[in-house]
């Protein structure tokens, strides 16, 4: 029996990559799966503050014809642009699965047309600091499942947006990952289009950088989107929002600079449309503050989340909102829950099972509100609690006095984690 044949491809071509050009070429003679299999290199990787470009050019010199990379990571910070690209186009003819390109673009770095006409490319990672002015006409990037781009600039060319037409290059995308892509230096459409897109993360690591005084508009065309992480300033308003489909989303937003989420009439910013795109999420983190801030002042907009079974929310600055929900609630703070809890009656008839809090530390507000709790919500049957500040004899106490309040539900049980 030939053992061999049965071992996954990353070990069959982690065992290719120690044998020379002339025992692979007999190798290839014993399996056709071979053939494609033990030519592929594991990782070819340049960086030019620790190698030279010419030790880099004869590594790849030295690949075969029909040798295939696996993985390619440049970095380079200095180094010409057209050395560099046409390494990077002989690097492209084989077969390169993982491509990432990590470039200091103050020289007004543009990338080769081939990276963008690759057809083996699974994974993609572009970054950081140059733009992409334009993309071919027979841009297809036919493999791409997963698309990174970090602190690029896209531009408008001939009436068509960059980054648009990346994305319309890209059949079988299914995870887009969009760090600092500064939105509001943009006067070109900012649409997220993409019919095959399951994962969206968009963070903002730089928040007083820019002035965002021209961030007018977003919008979200992904209507088999899952999971969504988005951490941005708001835009002015959300034209189309399309989350049909969306099961989880981590939701850290904040108005644009100089500007507080206001509830009076002519309120510079309109998140309703992204609201009512959230309607049918199961998992909801609201994880900010501001966040927090935006769906109490527009609490008006917000929709009715029947398919919600899991909410969790950062009370450290503010006190409760009148959000419905089922299924399990999760608290990052508890100590600033105020007496205005007692005003909303939705406590009465929500179905919620489970309650788990991670900053509990026992002071005489956070008792009441967790008595008056408890006291409201019938189907609760766990409540998960942690005392980040409380070890011992201090730990039991706290444990104790839980423990005596009254509660609505029969089945409901304390959990004390570490």
Known sequence: MDRLSNLPDEIICHIGSFLS???????????????????????????????????????????????????????????????????????????????????????????????????????????????????????????????SLNDLKFFEFGGNCAFQTLLAACPVLEELFLSDVNWEQWKWSRTVSSLSLKRLTIIRTKWD???????????????????????????????????????????????????IWNERHGDPFYPMNLLQGLKNVEILNLHSYQTLMMFYVFREALPVFEKLSHLSVNLSRYCWFPIKFMGSLHFRKFNSLCHCLSEFSFLDSCPLEVLKITEYFGNQQELRQMEYILGKLSCLELVQIHFPMATGEKKAKLEYKLQKLPRASSKCKFNVVV
């Open 209 to 259: 950088d820019y002035d965002t005084s021209g961030f007018k508009s977003i919008s979200f065309d992904t209507p088999g989107l899952v999971y969504l992480y988005y951490s941005d300033y708001v835009p002015k308003e959300y034209l189309n929002v399309n989350l049909n489909s969306l099961v989880e989303a981590k939701i850290i937003l904040r108005p644009q600079e100089n500007h």
């Open 21 to 147: 050009a002339k025992e692979a070429a007999f190798t290839t003679l014993l399996s056709k799966r071979w053939q494609n299999l033990i030519t592929i290199k594991q990782t070819l990787h340049f960086d030019d503050s620790i190698e030279s470009f010419k030790d880099f050019a004869d590594r790849l010199s030295s690949l075969q014809v029909t040798s295939r990379v696996r993985k390619l990571s440049l970095k380079w910070w200095s180094l010409e642009s057209d050395r560099v690209n046409h390494c990077l186009r002989d690097v492209l003819k084989c077969g390169v699965l993982d491509l990432n390109l990590w470039i200091n673009g103050k020289q007004g770095y543009s990338l080769p047309f081939e990276v963008f006409t690759c057809k083996t490319v699974v994974k993609l990672s572009l970054g950081f600091r140059f733009s992409i002015d334009m993309i071919p006409e027979n841009a297809l990037l036919p493999s791409l499942k997963t698309l």
